[in-house]
Each structure stands twice: as structure tokens, then as C-alpha cells.
């Protein structure tokens, strides 16, 4: 069955760094986009980024410039680079899969994981 596994969440201070992994199993990972989403603490659902299977990737405006995602098809695994990070980025950070739509507001996807959650302190 599909599974995607998240890990890489934890604590740090403002401006610090961290890296999200997502490792996928169960479907035809190189076909799919494949997304970050995140929910914050009484805060809606966002879209942060995704990578289509063509590879190119779209961010929201709130992490352009210090998120990077990226995959490595050869391990199904989608990652999350997180720098300079700042205490509106606490949530949960979940990654998802979807054959269709893919653009960097999606929040909705066919398949996700249960999410690592990441703090920032000031």
C-alpha cells in the first residue's frame, strides 16, 4: 500500500536550519508531484512547495528564497531544505503525492503522510 513517511522535524532557534525527508513507498513515485503542505497552530493549511515529475518546483512567496525542495527519484525520497527559519514557520509539515494539479498552493493531495513537526523559537 502507498506510505509516506516523514522525519527531519524538531526544534531550533530563529535563522537556524533544517531538512525535511519524505520517504514514499507502494506507487509509481517518478510520476507523481510530490508537495510539502503545513499546518501551523490555529492557522489554515499552506501550500510550501512541490516538484513535478518533470522537475520543476514552485514555491509559496512565504519560503521563496529559503526553502528548497528537491527528490532523489533513485530512493523515492522527497526532501525539504529549511534555512534561515523564522518563528512563523512552526507546523506541521506534511508531504503529499498527486498525479494532477500541481502548483505550490496545493494542500489537498491524493496521498500524504502524518506530518514532523517543526518549531521555531525566537
Known amino acids: 500500500q502507498v506510505q509516506l513517511v516523514e522525519s527531519g522535524g524538531g526544534s531550533v532557534q530563529a535563522g537556524g536550519s533544517l531538512r525535511l525527508s519524505c520517504a514514499a513507498s507502494?506507487?509509481?513515485?517518478?510520476?507523481?508531484?510530490m508537495g510539502w503542505f503545513r499546518q501551523g497552530p490555529g492557522k489554515k493549511r499552506e501550500g510550501v512547495a512541490v516538484i513535478d515529475s518533470d522537475g520543476s518546483t514552485s514555491y509559496a512567496d512565504s519560503v521563496k528564497g529559503r526553502f528548497t525542495i528537491s527528490q532523489d527519484n533513485a530512493k523515492n525520497t522527497l526532501y525539504l531544505q529549511m534555512n534561515s527559519l523564522k518563528p512563523e514557520d512552526t507546523a506541521m509539515y506534511y508531504c503529499?503525492?498527486?498525479?494532477?494539479?500541481?502548483?505550490?498552493?496545493?494542500?489537498?493531495?491524493?496521498?500524504w503522510g502524518q506530518g514532523t513537526q517543526v518549531t521555531v523559537s525566537s
Open positions: 503529499g503525492a498527486d498525479l494532477y494539479d500541481c502548483y505550490a498552493g496545493k494542500t489537498v493531495f491524493e496521498y
Open positions: 507502494g506507487y509509481d513515485y517518478s510520476s507523481y508531484c
